[in-house]
């Protein structure tokens, strides 16, 4: 079963900043199945991120995604206010769907 | 616009029963795999379930295999989750989740907004 780990667990930042998120898979994964979802405060999950760096309709390109072998990585540039919140990788393996344990990204 | 709004959520007893409804509108239902994930209180994410698109194949989380059944409706455009046997441990916000089909990536491009399941005496 894969494991995806997310760090930091909480990472604070200030706007206008850079965020660098990481989600390492326990095993080797296929290039183009981790997805990124933001979800703020009493909100469902939004796709963010899907095929590890191509992002979903309406997502700006403040956000990307990239992969080294199997370390994934979101990276948030110029931090706006309504990007702060908790962030999730999420990956299919072995028939199962799985979550990272999410980032939270707060205001510093 | 793509809408899926749950329904079917309370307060139920240890053991007992419930039944969760996602209709689905503003796209072709019976074209896309549906999931059903869930989120503990102030946890993360897990996925519950699949269903493919004529509900033949489905696949359950460990940790409700046995006890929750997943299916569809593409006719009336709805998915459904039957839950038996539920713990203290199932309380969560269930949510409907829709996976694109022929892109040969993994990945929930809409989400509910959620049901939730309180399970507690």
């Known amino acids: 079963e894969i494991v995806l780990t997310q760090s930091p667990g909480t990472l604070s930042l200030s706007p206008g900043e850079s965020a660098t998120l990481s989600c390492r898979a326990s095993?080797?994964?296929?290039?183009?199945?981790l997805a990124w979802y933001q979800q703020r405060p009493g909100q469902a999950p939004r796709l963010l991120i899907y095929?590890?760096?191509r992002r979903a309709t309406g997502i700006p390109d403040r956000f990307s995604g990239t992969v080294s072998g199997t370390d994934f990585t979101l990276t948030i540039s110029r931090l706006e206010p309504e990007d702060f919140a908790v962030y999730y990788c999420h990956q299919y393996g072995d028939s199962k769907y799985t979550f990272g344990q999410g980032t939270k990204l707060e205001i510093k | 616009e793509v809408q899926l709004v749950e329904s079917g959520g309370g307060l139920v007893q240890p053991g007992g029963s419930l039944r969760l409804s996602c209709a689905a509108s503003g796209f072709s239902f019976s074209n896309y795999y549906m999931h059903w994930a869930r989120q503990a209180p102030g946890k993360g994410l897990e996925w519950v379930s699949h269903?493919?698109?004529?509900?033949?194949?489905?696949t359950y989380a460990d940790s409700v295999r046995g006890r929750f059944i997943i299916s569809r409706d593409n006719a009336a455009d709805t998915l459904y989750l039957e839950m038996s046997s539920l713990r203290a441990e199932d309380t969560a916000v269930y949510y409907c989740?829709?996976?694109?089909?022929?892109?040969?990536?993994?990945?929930?491009?809409?989400w509910g907004q959620g049901t939730l399941i309180t399970v507690s005496s």
């Open positions: 095993q080797s994964a296929r290039i183009g199945d």
């Open positions: 269903i493919n698109t004529v509900g033949s194949a489905t």
């Open positions: 095929g590890t760096s």
């Open positions: 989740v829709r996976e694109p089909t022929g892109t040969g990536m993994y990945f929930f491009d809409y």
